[in-house]
T-cell receptor, first 115, second 115 residues
Framework: AQTVTQSQPEMSVQEAETVTLSCTYDTSESDYYLFWYKQPPSRQMILVIRQEAYKQQNATENRFSVNFQKAAKSFSLKISDSQLGDAAMYFCALISSGSARQLTFGSGTQLTVLP | DTGVSQNPRHKITKRGQNVTFRCDPISEHNRLYWYRQTLGQGPEFLTYFQNEAQLEKSRLLSDRFSAERPKGSFSTLEIQRTEQGDSAMYLC?????????????FGPGTRLTVL
């Protein structure tokens, strides 16, 4: 079985500042992918960033970057220059090659951006 | 690329009634997934199709739930004899045949309320 844990139910950040959301996971598979999804109040789940476990280089998408620590099974998301539109629920998710093609999600972190 | 679409967006029904939801995936995607999300939680996997074949079903998918993808394109999820505990957001996602990518893109969801 695979698990994903997000230990921060809520976070807040000042506009233009940087915030880091934490995620830890557990899987027995060696080949897997990690994702961060964003779910704004409209509730459409949007992909933010993806990391392949076989890649050592941390993924980056514009203002979003990850810190992938494979040995520690940690996958944090850093949002730089936070904007009001970044306010949303953020979910960390894992899919393993050896399991069914299902995403396992964490419980989410509600991010508030303060003007 | 029109994205994943789901209909209806909202459904209110009385306990004991049957309901059916539809999902239209991104056109070139051969994999289709159903998830259930309750308030304040991450989505939970229900079932997965590759083309028209249903390859995996979660234990969450009781006998009252059935999903189909008859021609490998759109999918339907039916819930028979609805119960109040079925109230949730039902999310559909699709992904490409490219295993390396395997990124799931979500639709807007169908919110079910069982009275």
């Amino acid at each position: 079985a695979q698990t994903v844990t997000q230990s921060q139910p809520e976070m807040s950040v000042q506009e233009a500042e940087t915030v880091t959301l934490s995620c830890t996971y557990d899987t027995s598979e060696s080949d897997y992918y990690l994702f961060w999804y964003k779910q704004p109040p409209s509730r459409q789940m949007i992909l933010v960033i993806r990391q392949e476990a076989y890649k050592q280089q941390n993924a980056t998408e514009n203002r979003f970057s990850v810190n992938f620590q494979k040995a520690a099974k940690s996958f944090s998301l850093k949002i730089s220059d936070s904007q009001l539109g970044d306010a949303a629920m953020y979910f960390c998710a894992l899919i393993s090659s050896g399991s069914a093609r299902q995403l396992t999600f964490g419980s989410g972190t509600q991010l508030t951006v303060l003007p | 690329d029109t994205g994943v679409s789901q209909n209806p967006r909202h459904k209110i029904t009385k306990r004991g009634q049957n309901v059916t939801f539809r999902c239209d995936p991104i056109s070139e995607h051969n994999r289709l997934y159903w998830y259930r999300q309750t308030l304040g939680q991450g989505p939970e996997f229900l079932t997965y199709f590759q083309n028209e074949a249903q390859l995996e079903k979660s234990r969450l998918l009781s006998d009252r739930f059935s999903a189909e993808r008859p021609k490998g394109s759109f999918s339907t999820l039916e819930i028979q004899r609805t119960e109040q505990g079925d109230s949730a957001m039902y999310l559909c996602a699709s992904s490409s045949r490219d295993r390396r990518t395997d990124t799931q893109y979500f639709g807007p969801g169908t919110r079910l309320t069982v009275l």
